[in-house]
């Protein structure tokens, strides 16, 4: 039913059609997100595809996706293989790949769990307390740009072949950047947040924990997470050479073998796991923020 009016035919209330459901926007961001990510993976495997069709990719050496990835089962054998290096064999192929993935993810967090809160701790005393920052700043300036793969001798002298190199190699790779970033940042934070929290009668414990450790805490998870994908980088070099364990001795088992399959299957294993571990870091960083807009890591 409708009515004309000077203007002209308006619709009746009960006439109108229902209004669509809108999609929450945390719903669309997500789907978007996702779209676009599937097709940035879609488009990179397209090309690899095209230049393996038209010959200019040699399946020997660069194997496109879909060879590597319908080869799994055999693949999957390399990982089963009692003592054999770079895997814990189990006998069932899945089990030993799932071991290997453990291993490998177990020494990446434990270096960047020690590398961040032992570096934090580290800066805050070198900020706070004069004559150690007097005495520890020259030799942490002196050591942090050396690489840490040029560590790699050293923490197998000290101590030994196995896990603790290679976890020694992660922790090397974020502590002394979580340091000069933590004393960076310490000294960067806003006066007026200091002046203010005086003004209204914090003590120093308070005025730390409620002013300057949020102040400083986006910079440092965002240093981390750009430290990340380099602890990945070393530990695979570690496994490869002083533990004997892990997808880096995979990898480079893979490269002596000239086995092209496994070393993109490996090198899609760990790109998975890079990727999971910046989203675990993104996710614990807009939760653990709640107070930082969310287009600066915060919750959205």
């Known amino acids: 039913m409708t009515t004309k009016t000077g203007i002209g035919t308006v619709a009746e209330q009960g006439d109108r059609a229902p209004a669509r459901p809108s999609?929450?926007?945390k719903?669309?961001?997500?789907?978007?997100?996702i779209g676009w990510g599937i097709a940035s993976i879609g488009l990179f495997t397209a090309i690899w595809e095209i230049l393996w069709a038209v010959g200019w990719a040699n399946p020997l050496l660069?194997?496109?996706p879909h060879l590597f990835l319908q080869d799994i089962p055999t693949t999957l054998g390399y990982f089963?293989?009692?003592?054999?290096?770079?895997?814990?064999?189990?006998?069932?192929?899945?089990?030993g790949l799932l071991m290997t993935i453990l291993w490998t993810t177990t020494r990446v967090v434990l270096g960047l769990t020690l590398g961040f809160v032992l570096g934090v701790a580290v800066g805050a005393v070198v900020h706070y307390v004069r004559i150690v920052r007097n005495l520890l700043l020259p030799t942490i300036l002196l050591l942090a740009p050396i690489s840490p793969v040029?560590?790699?001798?050293?923490a197998i002298f000290v101590f030994g072949i196995g896990d603790v190199p290679a976890i020694f190699l992660v922790f090397i790779t974020v502590f002394f950047a979580i340091v000069l970033s933590t004393v960076s940042q310490f000294e960067s934070v806003p006066k007026n947040y200091l002046h203010v929290a005086r003004i209204m009668g914090a003590s120093e414990a308070q005025t730390f924990w409620r002013v300057i450790l949020p102040a400083i805490l986006p910079s440092l998870f965002m240093t981390l997470r750009l430290n990340l994908f380099a602890a990945w980088m070393v530990v695979l070099i570690a496994e490869a050479?002083?533990?004997?364990?892990?997808?880096?001795?995979?990898?480079s088992m893979a490269r002596a073998t000239f086995n092209a399959k496994l070393v993109f299957f490996t090198m899609a294993i760990i790109g998975v796991l890079g990727f999971t571990f910046d989203w675990a870091?993104?996710?614990v960083q807009s939760r653990m923020l709640w107070w930082v807009a969310p287009n600066q890591g915060g919750r959205r």
């Not at 040029?150 to 050293?154: D, E, G, M, Q, S």
């Open 23 to 25: 999609i929450p926007p």
């Open 27 to 33: 719903l669309r961001r997500y789907g978007a997100s």
């Open 62 to 64: 660069l194997p496109p």
């Open 80 to 95: 089963a293989q009692k003592n054999v290096i770079g895997s814990r064999g189990t006998g069932n192929g899945l089990t």
């Open 150 to 154: 040029a560590w790699l001798p050293v």
């Open 241 to 251: 050479v002083g533990v004997g364990t892990g997808l880096g001795q995979i990898t």
């Open 281 to 283: 870091l993104r996710y």
